[in-house]
């Protein structure tokens, strides 16, 4: 009688063979049912897919409505839309890294001058956008500047994260210290603020957004200036940029809170909410928390726009422009929702739902009803109107060198490093030089 | 005759026939030479895919001027050249080496401290020992935000403390020296676990006759450690600093969350550099020479390392 088992014995052959069988039979269970064919073209002929890659704004409400309006138009027109919001800084690894692969979203949301770094890379808009320029009475000048690379449109203005000074007006009548209108006044109220013990909060650090919108206009006030108006003959060592230098370090001693070498985007926000500072550059978005969270703070809070220095009065606003990648299949789906939520129905309502927060590049959008909500918003979009805003790399165009300037910090560190003693203000200013001897100097 | 028969029959068949060679997939698989082969094979791509290309890809970025979205021309050796005059790049070299050596001497120490307690008996031994692995295990974005909140120049709970005592708390991420040592304390923090345990597995091979006969002998606590401990742990250490200073060399998300390597590049590694340069700024081509440079230095660190092991096992 045999045993009732038999001991089970593979080869390796054996086993071998199963296992190419059994990954056959996978990979054919997940192959199509049906033979390959043209794909079936979308209603209209629109693609069907649109990935955008956004921002996540620290004023919730604007992305829940653009997102909103986005999907809308998107159920309309047979498109899936996806909206992606990332923190800003995440952005340029996101970027770098869809634009090495050729694939990733279709429409990006970036600052500055970004459509200079990825002229190559970026779809020619200039049609749709001078038909918006036209139909909404203009551009702003630091738009164009970024936007129209080499005469070309490669991305589509789109807002103003609009900054001011925000400040304590209780502090300041205390302090006996009224809205400075030039730089030597600033710098006077901040010595009279920080003996009063509420001094001025400014940040210094490596941070994307409050650094350089404070220390561009900084340097441009009192003169200096990084290159020429060719874009390209360095032009940091003046008298002028010395001046700017000492005067930062007597503001730094004299009137700036101790810390703001660390500080980043966030530190002044809370430094104010948490009523340590009287005065500081920032968005909307510290007034419109005080607004819901500390409605006596946002009481004897005010706005005021940029002081004046000897060269003039200058401001660096920071410009949101959106941009369709080469790669994308879906352009010209890309263009029309980008063109659609610029339009004034959709466009305004997103403005309103940011209650000042962001401002518009087109001068259509000047008398918007989100500015009549809160006078003390105004300066929001004051300090856009009377055409005070520059960009990296002014007086000439904010190419992708000056951007490389701008995003390795080497204005800000000018000061930085003076600020802090690691170098004299000659010796920050010959630093700074080499730096930009060797990003501009390169091919 | 009829046996005659078979035996001729028998020895016909015993003899052996020279059989057709055949190259039936089958029995070439039957062979360990090609077996063996075929089965590295999966790893073999996945290491070429994800390890060796990205590595000689790097290579070849670093040999040319590409920026992002555009290829670029050669330019041989000239991104490294151009960055050992860089005042940043310099800074950023000083930096590292800075960093790693200080970090990997304290985390040696404290490690071994560690591990040198936790081997003894005591009540909640288990819990302890998992406790003490905490920072390692806790996300390292995520502790290094309570970090800089503790670091924080306005609020800082360290100088909250210091002030209760009437001390003056300096601003850590703000004034030098302090950014890069409070970037030193917490790669300490974080690190420290990794080397006690790993330590403290190694203290649990040794045989404790060892330490018997020792204190028959009467050795110290200090001798014992001294000359039983450390020479039998010698492989452990020497492969937890290996793998220490390989980490800590291309620290990044630290620095990123920290200081982002300011204020005015004082906390930069050749990691945030190379992010700086090679991303944001769109320069890939010399953000790659910018990370290359790790490899050389850790090349040479692995080698000593890997030189000294091999000389205390002839040993």
Redesign the interface.
Do not use: C, F, M
């Given at each position: 009688m045999g045993k009732p088992w038999r001991k089970v014995i593979i080869?390796?052959?054996e086993f071998?063979?199963g296992a190419l069988a059994g990954v056959g039979a996978l990979a054919a269970s997940c192959a199509p049912t049906q033979p390959a064919g043209p794909q079936a073209p979308a209603v209209q002929g629109r693609p069907t897919e649109l990935h955008v890659l956004r921002w996540s704004s620290f004023v919730a409400e604007m992305d829940k409505l653009i997102d909103t309006q986005m999907q809308e138009w998107g159920k309309k027109n047979n498109v899936n839309v996806k909206v992606e919001h990332i923190n800003a800084n995440d952005i340029?690894?996101r970027?770098?890294a869809a634009?090495?692969a050729k694939a990733g979203p279709d429409i990006v949301q970036f600052w500055d001058g970004w459509p200079w770094?990825?002229e190559?890379?970026l779809v020619d808009v200039s049609k749709e956008v001078e038909e918006l320029i036209k139909k909404l009475n203009g551009v702003y000048q630091d738009f164009e500047a970024y936007c129209k690379v080499n005469g070309v449109w490669r991305a589509f203005p789109y807002s103003y994260t609009s900054n001011t000074f925000i400040y304590r007006t209780d502090y300041f009548k205390e302090a006996g210290v009224a809205v400075p209108k030039t730089w030597d006044e600033f710098i006077e109220a901040g010595k009279k603020l920080k003996a009063y013990g509420k001094p001025i909060g400014q940040a210094?650090?490596?941070?994307f957004g409050d650094p350089p919108t404070f220390w561009y206009p900084w340097l441009w006030a009192w003169g200096g200036k990084e290159v020429l108006e060719d874009g390209k003959t360095v032009a940091i060592e003046s008298d002028a940029t010395l001046l700017a230098v000492e005067k930062a370090v007597e503001l730094f001693d004299t009137g700036l809170?101790?810390?703001?070498?660390?500080?980043?985007d966030s530190?002044n926000n809370?430094?104010y909410l948490?009523e340590?500072i009287s005065c500081t550059l920032n968005g909307a978005s510290i007034y419109f928390v005080a607004k819901r969270d500390y409605p006596k703070l946002a009481e004897v809070s005010d706005h005021f726009v940029h002081p004046r220095g000897p060269a003039g009065t200058f401001s660096y606003q920071l410009d949101w422009s959106v941009g369709i990648m080469a790669y994308s299949k879906n352009i010209q789906a890309a263009k029309d929702l980008i063109v659609h939520i610029l339009q004034p129905e959709q466009y305004s309502a997103w403005l309103q739902s940011g209650r000042g927060y962001e401002t518009g590049p087109y001068r259509y959008y000047d008398n918007d009803p989100v500015w009549r909500t809160d006078p003390k918003i105004l300066p929001f979009r004051d300090v856009v109107t009377n055409g005070t805003a520059r960009w990296p790399g002014w007086p000439g165009p904010p190419t992708?060198k000056a951007?490389?300037v701008r995003?390795?910090?080497i204005i800000v560190?000018l000061f930085?490093?003076a600020c802090?003693r690691?170098f004299k203000p000659r010796e920050a200013i010959k630093?700074a030089a080499?730096?930009l001897q060797?990003i501009y100097g390169?091919? | 005759m009829a046996k005659k028969g078979v035996l001729a029959e028998t020895s016909a068949v015993a003899v052996p026939k020279r059989l057709p060679r055949t190259f039936s997939p089958g029995i070439i698989l039957e062979r360990e030479q090609v077996l063996g082969y075929l089965l590295m094979l999966p790893a073999l791509a996945l290491l070429t895919v994800f390890v060796l290309y990205p590595f000689l890809y790097g290579i070849w970025l670093a040999l040319t001027d590409s920026r992002i979205g555009i290829p670029g021309q050669f330019v041989g050796l000239r991104n490294f050249l151009d960055l050992t005059q860089d005042s940043i790049f310099q800074q950023t070299f000083r930096n590292t080496f800075l960093y790693t050596g200080v970090t990997t001497v304290f985390k040696l120490i404290f490690g071994l401290a560690i591990a040198a307690l936790l081997n003894n008996k005591f009540p909640l031994k288990r819990f302890v020992r998992a406790a003490v692995l905490l920072p390692w295990i806790v996300p390292t974005v995520l502790s290094a935000l309570a970090w800089l909140w503790m670091f924080d120049s306005t609020f800082s709970v360290v100088n909250w403390v210091l002030a209760r005592f009437g001390i003056k708390g300096p601003v850590w991420l703000g004034n030098n020296p302090w950014p890069m040592i409070s970037l030193m304390v917490v790669n300490i923090w974080r690190g420290t676990p990794f080397y006690a345990i790993s330590f403290l597995a190694g203290m649990q091979t040794i045989n404790q006759e060892l330490y018997e006969a020792a204190a028959i002998d009467g050795a110290s606590r200090w001798q014992m450690f001294r000359h039983i401990t450390l020479p039998l742990l010698k492989p452990v250490i020497t492969i937890v600093l290996l793998l220490s200073v390989i980490l800590t060399f291309s620290d990044f998300q630290l620095i990123y969350v920290l200081t982002r390597g300011g204020p005015a590049n004082s906390t930069h590694l050749f990691a945030t550099l190379a992010y700086q340069v090679g991303l944001p700024s769109g320069e890939i081509g010399r953000g790659a020479a910018i990370s290359l440079f790790i490899f050389p230095a850790l090349c040479i660190t692995v080698f000593l390392t890997l030189w000294y092991m091999r000389r205390q096992e002839l040993d």
């Open positions: 080869s390796r052959r071998l063979g340029p690894a970027l770098a634009v090495q770094i990825y190559d890379s210094l650090g490596h941070s809170i101790e810390g703001v070498l660390s500080w980043d530190s809370r430094a948490a340590q992708a951007t490389q995003n390795n910090y560190d930085a490093k802090s690691e630093w080499g730096q060797q390169r091919s | -």
